[in-house]
C-alpha cells in the first residue's frame, strides 16, 4: 500500500514508522525554552503519568530540596505579624486617629467601655453617635474613627488618659487614609525645616496628591506620604529629580523588653535599661558590642540588612496563571484528512480576506471568548453613555448661551435710554433759565423795579397807597404752598422791606436750584457707573460663556477620538485574518501594537461605522 502526501511517495513501513512527530507539538521543536511533552502512551510507567510518585520517591530517598528551618524568633515574628493582620474594618471614609499611650499602660487590660469613658473623660465633651474604637493587638495602640472633622481635630489633642485612678500620658495623631501609600527618595534630604520640606514637595510636584512628608531618622532620606495606590516613579525637591521607591518596613521590635510587636515607647513592661544592640545590660564599650537582631536573633541590627524576619509583613506576589489555549484533537488513523494527489497549483491557494478594504458589516462573526465580548460590549456602552452626557451638557450649555444673549441685548437697550435720558437731562440743565412765578388768573410778569417805581404824593391817604402797593406785590410774586418760601409782608409792612425781601426770595430760589442741579449730577454720575458695571458684567459672562463652550467642545472632541480609536482596535481585534504574533515592547514604547503586514487600508474597516450617522464622524 502506498500513501501520496504532496507530491512525495512513501510506504507503508514509512508510515507505521514511530518516528514520526504530531502537528500539534512542531511548532514548540524550536523552543530551547519549552521541552517537547511526549503524547501518553498505555504502557507508561506510574511515574511518568503521576506527579505526585516523583515527590513520594523523593521524600522517601532523602533527594530533592530540603525545607529550610527558620529559628524560633522568626517564627513568633511571623505569629505575631500574623496577628497584626486580623483586625476588624473600621467605618469608610472615617477620620483615624492613632493614640499611643505611655506609662506602661497595656490596652488588652483595659475593657473597651472603659477606654471609651476615659477618652470621654478627657476629651471634656459628648462623643458623635458614629464614634468607634479599635485596639491594635499587638502593638499597644489604639484607633478612634469618626466622621466629624471637630471630633477628630479635638481627639488630635488628647495628652492623657485616666484609667483606675492614674493617668497615663500619650500622644495622638491622624492616620493617612486606607488607600494611601508611602515613597522613598535617598539622598534628598539636607538640613530643611518640616514645613518647608512639605511646601516645596508640593509646589514642585502639582500632579500628586501629597498628604505628608519627614525625614527619615537622622538619614538623608524623606518619607512622602501619597493620597493614590501607587507610588510615583520620579519626584522632585529642590530642584532635584529623585527616584521614588516604595516603602517597605520592617515589623515593631522593642528595645526594652525584647520582644517584636511594639515599640519602646509603648511598651507596657517597666524601664530595663537594657543594651538596644546586643540586649545585654552592660555599659557602653569602645568598640561597640556585636549586634543582636529582635526578629530573627542574626548578627546585624534589628530589621536591617538580610534579616528574615524584615519583610514577613509583605504580601506574597500572586504568579498570574497562563489561560490554557484551545488545544486541537491529533488526527489518528482513520479520521486523517485527505491530502491532495498533485502539487498545488497557485489559483488554488487561498485568497487572503478582505476584511480591512471591505465595508463593515453589521454581524462581526462570533465572539473569540465571552470575557472579550462583555469587555467589548462594556467599554461600547460606557462609552456611549458618556458620549450622550457631553451631548445633554452641550445642549444645555447652548440654551443657557442663548437666554444670556438675550438679557445682554435687553440690557444694551436699557443701557442705550439711560444714555438718552442722561444726555437731555445734561442739555436741559445746562443753563438753568431765570424763574418767572405765575398765577392761573393772570400770565407771569418780571419783578417789579423799585428804584423806578412812582410812589405816591405825601398828601395821599396812606391806606390807599398801602393797598395799591399790596396789589402790585400779589400781582408780580404770587403766593406759594410750599413751606419755604416766606409768606408775603403784612399790609402795614415798611416800604424798606421790599428790596430784602426780594434778595432773600433771590437767594432761596438760587439755593433750590443749586441743590436740583447737584442732585441731578449725582443721579447722572449714578446712572453712568451702572452703565459700566453692565457693560463689565456682560463682557465676564461672554468670556465665561465663551470658556464653557471651549471647554465643552475640547471633552466632547476627546470622547469622540476615544470612541474612535476603541472601534477601530476592536475592527482590528475581530476583524484580523490571521492572528499574529505581538512584538515585545521595546524601550520607551508601553502598548505595542501588532504589525500589520498584509493589510492595506487597517483603518478602513471602522470608517463605515463611524459614517453611519447623518453622514458625519461623529458616533
Known amino acids: 500500500m502506498e500513501v501520496t502526501v504532496e507530491g512525495h511517495t512513501i510506504s507503508a513501513e514509512e508510515l507505521q514508522a514511530g518516528n514520526w512527530t504530531p502537528v500539534l507539538y512542531k511548532a514548540y521543536a524550536s523552543r530551547p525554552a519549552c521541552s517537547q511533552k511526549p503524547l501518553s502512551q498505555p504502557n507508561a510507567t506510574v511515574k511518568e503519568t503521576n506527579p505526585n510518585a516523583m515527590r513520594v520517591e523523593a521524600a522517601a530517598t532523602g533527594r530533592g530540596k530540603k525545607p529550610t528551618h527558620l529559628p524560633p524568633a522568626t517564627k513568633e515574628t511571623r505569629i505575631i505579624v500574623k496577628r497584626s493582620k486580623q483586625l476588624p474594618p473600621l467605618p469608610p471614609n472615617a477620620i483615624r486617629v492613632v493614640v499611643r499611650p505611655r506609662g506602661q499602660l497595656r490596652l488588652l487590660d483595659v475593657p473597651t467601655p472603659r477606654l471609651m469613658k476615659a477618652v470621654q473623660a478627657a476629651l471634656q465633651t459628648t462623643l458623635p453617635d458614629d464614634f468607634c474604637l479599635r485596639i491594635h493587638p499587638t502593638n499597644n495602640t489604639f484607633t478612634a474613627a469618626t466622621t466629624h472633622s471637630a471630633a477628630a481635630e479635638l481627639l488630635k489633642t488628647l495628652t492623657s488618659l485616666t484609667i483606675g485612678g492614674h493617668a497615663y500620658p500619650c500622644m495622638a495623631y491622624v492616620a493617612p487614609p486606607p488607600g494611601a501609600t508611602r515613597g522613598v527618595i535617598s539622598n534628598a534630604f539636607d538640613d530643611e525645616t518640616p514645613t518647608q520640606l512639605y511646601e516645596d514637595l508640593v509646589k514642585r510636584n502639582p500632579e500628586y496628591s501629597i498628604l505628608a512628608a519627614r525625614r527619615m531618622g537622622k538619614t538623608h532620606s524623606i518619607l512622602i506620604t501619597f493620597d493614590a495606590n501607587e507610588v510615583p516613579h520620579s519626584i522632585k525637591y529642590m530642584g532635584a529629580i529623585h527616584r521614588c521607591t516604595p516603602y517597605r518596613g520592617s515589623p515593631d521590635a522593642c528595645t526594652n523588653c525584647r520582644l517584636p510587636g511594639h515599640r519602646h515607647d509603648v511598651c507596657p513592661s517597666p524601664k530595663t535599661n537594657l543594651c538596644p544592640r546586643c540586649g545585654s545590660q552592660h555599659s557602653p564599650q569602645e568598640p561597640p558590642c556585636t549586634p543582636k537582631c529582635i526578629l530573627c536573633e542574626g548578627p546585624h541590627l534589628t530589621g536591617t540588612g538580610s534579616c528574615k524576619g524584615r519583610n514577613l509583613h509583605q504580601p506574597r506576589k500572586t504568579t498570574k496563571q497562563p489561560q490554557t489555549q484551545r488545544q486541537e484533537p491529533v488526527p489518528h488513523g482513520d479520521n486523517f484528512p485527505q491530502l491532495s494527489a498533485g502539487p498545488t497549483q497557485p489559483s488554488q491557494l487561498s485568497q487572503p480576506k478582505q476584511a480591512w478594504t471591505e465595508p463593515l458589516k453589521q454581524d462581526w462573526g462570533p465572539p473569540r471568548s465571552p470575557c472579550k465580548n462583555a469587555l467589548s460590549s462594556t467599554v461600547?456602552?460606557?462609552?456611549?453613555?458618556?458620549?450622550?452626557?457631553?451631548?445633554?451638557?452641550?445642549?444645555?450649555?447652548?440654551?443657557?448661551?442663548?437666554?444670556?444673549?438675550?438679557?445682554?441685548?435687553?440690557?444694551?437697550?436699557?443701557?442705550?435710554?439711560?444714555?438718552?435720558?442722561?444726555?437731555?437731562?445734561?442739555?436741559?440743565?445746562?443753563?438753568?433759565?431765570?424763574?418767572?412765578?405765575?398765577?392761573?388768573?393772570?400770565?407771569?410778569?418780571n419783578p417789579p423795579n423799585t428804584s423806578s417805581m412812582s410812589f405816591p404824593p405825601s398828601h395821599v391817604n396812606a391806606t390807599s397807597c398801602s393797598d395799591s402797593l399790596e396789589l402790585d406785590i400779589d400781582t408780580a410774586f404770587p403766593r406759594h404752598t410750599n413751606q419755604d418760601i416766606t409768606p408775603r409782608p403784612s399790609?402795614?409792612?415798611?416800604?424798606?422791606?421790599?428790596?430784602?425781601?426780594?434778595?432773600?426770595?433771590?437767594?432761596?430760589?438760587?439755593?433750590?436750584?443749586?441743590?436740583?442741579?447737584?442732585?441731578?449730577?449725582?443721579?447722572?454720575?449714578?446712572?453712568?457707573?451702572?452703565?459700566?458695571?453692565?457693560?463689565?458684567?456682560?463682557a465676564a459672562l461672554n468670556h465665561r460663556l465663551d470658556a464653557l463652550a471651549q471647554t465643552l467642545t475640547d471633552r466632547y472632541n476627546n470622547l469622540e477620538s476615544q470612541l474612535n480609536l476603541f472601534a477601530t482596535c476592536l475592527a482590528k481585534r475581530d476583524l484580523t485574518p490571521s492572528k499574529r504574533k505581538k512584538p515585545k515592547a521595546t524601550e520607551g514604547q508601553d502598548n505595542p501594537l501588532p504589525d500589520v503586514t498584509n493589510d492595506s487600508q487597517p483603518c478602513a474597516a471602522a470608517t463605515p461605522l463611524l459614517n453611519s450617522h447623518d453622514g458625519s464622524s461623529k458616533p
Open 380 to 445: 461600547t456602552s460606557s462609552l456611549q453613555d458618556a458620549l450622550a452626557k457631553s451631548r445633554e451638557e452641550a445642549a444645555a450649555a447652548k440654551a443657557e448661551a442663548q437666554a444670556a444673549r438675550a438679557e445682554a441685548a435687553a440690557l444694551r437697550e436699557h443701557i442705550a435710554k439711560l444714555e438718552t435720558q442722561i444726555s437731555t437731562l445734561a442739555t436741559s440743565h445746562a443753563t438753568p433759565p431765570t424763574p418767572t412765578p405765575t398765577t392761573s388768573q393772570t400770565p407771569a410778569h
Open 491 to 538: 399790609t402795614h409792612s415798611s416800604l424798606a422791606d421790599i428790596p430784602t425781601m426780594l434778595e432773600s426770595f433771590t437767594a432761596r430760589f438760587e439755593a433750590k436750584l443749586q441743590e436740583g442741579i447737584t442732585s441731578i449730577n449725582q443721579e447722572c454720575t449714578t446712572l453712568q457707573d451702572a452703565v459700566i458695571r453692565v457693560t463689565t458684567d456682560n
